[in-house]
T-cell receptor, first 117, second 117 residues
Framework: AQKVTQAQTEISVVEKEDVTLDCVYE???????LFWYKQPPSGELVFLIR??????QNEISGRYSWNFQKSTSSFNFTITASQVVDSAVYFC??????????????FGKGTKLSVKP | ETGVTQSPTHLIKTRGQQVTLRCSSQ?????VSWYQQALGQGPQFIFQ???????GRGNFPPRFSGLQFPNYSSELNVNALELDDSALYLC????????????????FGEGSRLTVL
């Protein structure tokens, strides 16, 4: 079964701390895509990254970095030197081969990150 | 570039009624996906439309139906509303990739929050 697990429901840190959000996935496919989205209080989900299953290189974008490990089926997200504006709910998602072609993703339940000043 | 817009932003219905939610996709995007997000949960894929036809469906009953128009805007219709239909309904647009099966980056609207009493 296709599944995404985000075990951390809520995380609270103080500004400038580093924080890692965990994501573990299950899939029967050999080719798949993983995503991270951010959902601020306004509601819309904001795309952060897409990673395909053949590319296990870690990626860094400013204060954000992602660690993809196929051996443990994990795709963790680290924010370095967190800021108050990082406060949001973060979702990890997996492409779903069933139900059509693009755009259908399986989301985890999300991790609510609160960054306090 | 115009982003994804959804209407209405909030609405209240009673059990058994019908509701229509609307979405204007981002300029140039030809694919629209709809998701249901219950409180405290991740979004769940309802269906996707491409070139005015349903192009994939999640595990939702037939009383959830949709339309896509020639200008790529879309509607989500829900008949015979139930209390469990209370949720944030998110629309996401994307551009179908040139490579078959490559999920594109989704651009989400801020959602329509439906409350069923």
């Amino acid at each position: 079964a296709q599944k995404v697990t985000q075990a951390q429901t809520e995380i609270s840190v103080v500004e400038k701390e580093d924080v890692t959000l965990d994501c573990v996935y299950e899939t029967r496919d050999t080719t798949y895509y993983l995503f991270w989205y951010k959902q601020p209080p306004s509601g819309e989900l904001v795309f952060l990254i897409r990673r395909n299953s053949f590319d296990e290189q870690n990626e860094i974008s400013g204060r954000y970095s992602w660690n993809f490990q196929k051996s443990t089926s994990s795709f963790n997200f680290t924010i370095t030197a967190s800021q108050v504006v990082d406060s949001a709910v973060y979702f990890c998602a997996l492409s779903d081969p069933d139900g059509g072609s693009q755009g259908n993703l399986i989301f985890g339940k999300g991790t609510k990150l609160s960054v306090k000043p | 570039e115009t982003g994804v817009t959804q209407s209405p932003t909030h609405l209240i219905k009673t059990r058994g009624q019908q509701v229509t939610l609307r979405c204007s996709s981002q300029s140039g995007h030809n694919t629209v996906s709809w998701y249901q997000q219950a409180l405290g949960q991740g979004p769940q894929f309802i269906f996707q439309y491409y070139r005015e036809e349903e192009n994939g469906r999640g595990n939702f009953p037939p009383r959830f139906s949709g339309l896509q128009f020639p200008n790529y805007s879309s509607e989500l219709n829900v008949n015979a509303l139930e209390l469990d239909d209370s949720a944030l309904y998110l629309c996401a647009s994307s551009l179908a990739g040139r490579l078959a099966g490559v999920p594109g980056e989704l651009f989400f609207g801020e959602g329509s929050r439906l409350t069923v009493l």
